[in-house]
């Protein structure tokens, strides 16, 4: 089982959608759940954070973590086609010396 | 300022050939990474190091050697490529010694042994 699991879609939504995208982890030990995104042939860049359980929002976007079901989310709103991505999330525990990343999933938002 | 940045962008090697893949970032930062990126797994971390001269194994170490320059640069090199090591290459770099949840990608490399 891999330590982090994520649906890799596509998922396709129209403009102005609420997208949800979501990750499974193991290791309780886990502290640190981040959503990267990813371009089309670009590097990552962190899109946001979140330290232990709750939710944190930025603008159209909202980071949830779930501890006791060891789920992650992220949720936007008004998606745009500008949103249209490899999303990531990835998990980090302190002490750690290793990210651990999910597979990505891919979001189309069409005009 | 720059960022990371990477070269070459784009690399195509025969089996057996070796070649060293180069980093470099202008952010002041202590920690760099190496990852590789493959279809359905994600990115997965091949070595780390916290700080100039420092190294540690990653998740995907084998067939692959580091250095660490200095604080701002960090190699990684194929002694003898093979065609599973056919990937995208990632940098990395961090604020902290030790991992950090904000981590700075450079743009990649495509690699592609044949």
């Known amino acids: ?111 | 300022n720059a960022g990371v940045t990477q070269t070459p962008k784009f690399q195509v090697l025969k089996t057996g050939q070796s070649m060293t893949l180069q980093c470099a970032q202008d952010m002041n930062h202590n920690s760099m990474y190496w990852y590789r990126q493959d279809p359905g797994m994600g990115l997965r971390l091949i070595y780390y190091s916290a700080s100039e001269g420092t190294t540690d194994k990653g998740e995907v170490p084998n067939g692959y050697n580091v250095s660490r320059l200095n604080k701002r640069e960090f190699s990684l090199r194929l002694e003898s490529a093979a065609p599973s090591q056919t990937s995208v290459y990632f940098c990395a770099s961090s604020r902290d010694r030790g991992v950090s949840y904000e981590q700075y990608f450079g743009p990649g490399t495509r690699l592609t042994v044949t």
Do not use: H
């Not at chain 1, 640190?32 to 089309?40: E, L």
């Not at chain 1, 745009?80 to 938002?109: E, H, M, W």
């Open chain 1, 1 to 111: 089982q891999k330590e982090v699991e994520q649906d890799p879609g596509p998922l396709s939504v129209p403009e102005g959608a609420i997208v949800s995208l979501n990750c499974t982890y193991s290791n309780s030990a886990f502290q640190y759940f981040m959503w990267y995104r990813q371009y089309s042939r670009k590097g990552p860049e962190l899109l946001m954070y979140t330290y232990s359980s709750g939710n944190k929002e930025d603008g159209r976007f909202t980071a949830q973590v779930d501890k006791s079901s060891k789920y992650i989310s992220l949720f936007i709103r008004d998606s745009q086609p500008s949103d249209s991505a490899t999303y990531l999330c990835a998990t980090l525990n302190t002490g750690g010396f290793k990210t651990i990343f999910g597979a990505g999933t891919r979001l189309f938002v069409k005009a």
